[in-house]
């Protein structure tokens, strides 16, 4: 018992207590702003008044597609966002964790897991994609080069569905300065206009970096 008991304590720090273990890091999806390129963009959009011309449907804006060998684009993301995921032949995840960066959920099933696109598709639509051809429409639906799809808890996203961060924030509000850098880059990248509320509100969250 000595012995054991001499070995623990080599093994513990000088106040003679073992730290927890650092918490994994959220994913981030790629080209993700600094908060001060953030705000040059956010004073560029196009502050205009959303146009719902009643024309939108989810298949105008074709998912998922074929991203890289046998993996789409939810597949795709679940495995770039997840962590010791393993896949089978059809790129399909067969065990994973993914932590969501939304609400800190931690979850081991892909079917939890929602891939949210950071400006909802509808969103996009009357701030003007209903210009674009169907095929910008499947570039933007399925653009995993930007800070546009997220892996989030399932009824999280389902939450936000189509609002806008004057209507809706993630609820783990230490994200909302990752979520309206984001947000903000999507709209500049695609040059998508915002609603003067919706411009406000992303100005509010930018104050939180």
């Keep these: 018992m000595k012995s054991w008991s001499l ?4 093994l513990l720090p000088a106040g ?14 790629p080209g993700i702003p600094s908060s001060s390129t953030a705000r040059s963009q956010l004073a560029t959009l196009t502050v205009s008044t959303n146009a719902d011309d009643g024309q939108y449907e989810r298949d105008l804006f074709p998912t998922w597609i074929t991203i890289t060998g046998t993996c789409n684009t939810r597949e795709f993301v679940l495995k770039r966002d997840g962590d010791n995921v393993v896949v089978g032949s059809d790129c399909y995840p ?12 931690v979850w081991t099933a892909p079917a939890d897991v929602d891939i949210d696109h950071m400006v909802p598709l509808k ?3 009357i701030s003007g994609a209903n210009k674009w051809t169907t095929a ?8 995993v080069e930007r800070p546009q799809l997220w892996a989030v808890t399932d009824n999280v996203n389902q939450s936000k569905g189509d609002k806008s961060p004057d209507q ?10 990752t979520y309206a850098r984001s947000w903000i880059q999507v709209k500049a990248y695609w040059e998508l206009s ?3 509320a919706e411009k406000s509100a992303l100005g509010g969250m930018l104050d939180t970096c």
């Excluded at 273990?21 to 999806?29: D, E, G, N």
């Excluded at 065990?95 to 969501?100: N, V």
Aim: proline share 15%.
């Design 168 to 177: 809706w924030k993630p609820p783990l509000a230490s994200f909302h300065c």
């Design 194 to 196: 915002v609603t003067a």
């Design 123 to 125: 969103n996009a639509w």
């Design 7 to 10: 070995a623990l304590a080599a």
């Design 16 to 29: 003679g207590v073992l730290a927890a273990p650092a918490p994994a890091p959220i994913p981030t999806p």
């Design 94 to 105: 067969t065990s994973g964790t993914w932590r969501s960066p939304y609400d800190t959920g």
């Design 136 to 143: 910008k429409r499947q570039m933007y639906a399925n653009d």
